[in-house]
């Protein structure tokens, strides 16, 4: 417990009397880190708020951030954090705007009297709670935004294109991971059955490295396919990765590969022009 | 009881799955199967799996069972429709369905027969079939 009911009244009278003066020192302090990016009048408008919040909270009694009355306050943080994480500015430049409420109040404290002293620094440690909920809540609404455009990247990376009549690729670009293999196996599949190509070709040329798992995501995906009734081809194999694929031993069994997109095409194209020469050829 | 339809396409059974299988269901279907195949002398079978949400081992031994008695009775089968969610599934499950053949839609398996059978099963080929004999 950070602070005492009668200390959480004590300070918000401290904080009311000349509130216009602390307010304003308040944000002179808060914006000085901040070196301009963020416009006084927006600063001034934050601050004003979580000061009223503040001393709203207190006034109440409020012993604990996470207690009841602390509601709205925790909101008011939890927002100004997000926002200035969207807006890219770092944990400190973010935290910095609570903590400077020490300075604006240490002014104006006299620190000789020992009840007054007993006071701040219980408020101190309140201050820092507050700066604590800050931190978390900031690095909170980074890992969603992270999240967030992980997924957009995923959603972005694993395009699947009609090449031919009946022929569809999909050119990988970056690391396959597990989720990534996953989004473009089901992408691929829905392909097949949306366009009903019997064709499908994998290119890799953009994957930097072919491990064994990664591998085993391509072959899973080519037995899908197959299983669902569709041939599956792989290509862009570049002379490292072929290298690499001996040195590990991996098996693509009968599975067709091509060095470059163009190759495959050609495969596919050759075949399936089989497919009727084939049957014309016993008539003639 | 539930049954299956067994319908006739020329020389082709054409058997679509709606409803999930049943024990006795299969071998009903399985019965009336290899009866048509006898009948009506079809030289394909086409399985439509499309409406199954779920395939696992025991549709999987059906398939590859009925698969086995169209074979002996010169019939070949494919499996057509499969969902893709189901291929994954089947995949990570490490079962491949040996021994069927797959194509992605009833046309595609037509395509399929009639290229196993290397007749003139489509008209067009008929006509020239027809007349390269006539010719001498």
């Known amino acids: 417990m950070a602070l005492s009911t009668d200390e959480s009244r004590r300070m918000a ?3 009311r009397t000349d509130s216009a003066d602390l307010v304003a020192t308040w944000v002179a302090k808060a914006g000085a880190p901040l070196t301009g990016r963020l416009s006084e009048g927006e600063l001034r408008r934050q601050i004003t708020e979580l000061y009223g919040v503040l001393v709203a909270a207190l006034d109440e009694g409020m012993t604990d951030l996470s207690a009841a009355p602390g509601g709205e306050l925790r909101a008011v943080l939890a927002d100004l954090s997000r926002g200035r994480a969207r807006q890219g500015f770092s944990a400190t430049e973010t935290a910095v705007s609570v903590f400077t409420l020490k300075d604006a109040l ?3 404290a006299d620190l000789a009297d020992p009840a007054e002293l007993r006071d701040f620094l219980s408020f101190n440690r309140f201050i820092d709670e507050l700066g604590l909920f800050t931190f978390s809540s900031y690095s909170a609404a980074r890992e969603e935004l992270i999240a967030d455009q992980a997924e957009q990247l995923l959603e972005l990376s694993t395009p699947v294109v009609k090449l031919w009549e009946g022929v569809v690729a999909v050119p990988l670009v970056g690391t396959l991971d ?5 989004v473009v196996m089901e992408r691929l599949l829905q392909a097949l059955v949306d366009t009903g190509s019997p064709y499908a070709i994998i290119d890799i040329t953009g994957v930097p490295a072919v491990d064994t798992q990664v591998a085993q995501h391509i072959l ?5 396919a197959r299983l669902m009734g569709a041939e599956c081809l792989i290509s862009g ?3 490292q990765i072929a290298q690499t694929i001996v040195a590990l031993g991996i098996e693509f069994g009968d599975i067709a590969t091509k060095a470059t997109l163009a190759d495959a095409l050609r495969h596919v194209l050759r075949r399936s ?12 | 009881m539930d049954r299956v339809p067994v319908l006739k396409l020329g020389d082709v059974l054409l058997v679509s799955i709606q409803v999930d299988l049943a024990d006795k269901t299969t071998v009903q279907l399985e019965e009336d199967l290899s009866e048509r195949i006898v009948a009506t002398g079809a030289r394909g079978v086409i399985i439509d799996i499309s409406a199954l949400d779920i395939v696992d081992s025991f549709v999987g031994r059906m398939l590859a069972t009925i698969a086995a008695i169209s074979r002996v009775l010169d019939a070949e089968t494919v499996v057509v429709g499969m969902r893709p969610a189901v291929a994954i599934t089947l995949v990570e499950l490490g079962l491949s369905l ?3 053949q797959t194509a992605l839609n009833v046309e595609r398996a037509l ?3 009639s290229r196993a059978r290397d007749d003139d099963w489509i008209p067009p080929l008929d006509t020239e079939d027809d007349t390269a004999p006539a010719a001498p």
Request: charged share 25%.
């Open chain 1, 273 to 284: 022009a089989a497919r009727t020469g084939g049957r014309a050829e016993p008539v003639a």
């Open chain 1, 237 to 239: 194999i570049r002379p």
């Open chain 1, 13 to 15: 009278d401290r904080l």
């Open chain 2, 111 to 113: 395509e399929v027969l």
């Open chain 1, 178 to 182: 597990s989720a990534r293999a996953q």
């Open chain 1, 106 to 108: 240490s002014g104006r």
């Open chain 1, 220 to 224: 899973k995906t080519v037995v899908a």
């Open chain 2, 98 to 100: 040996h021994g069927i």
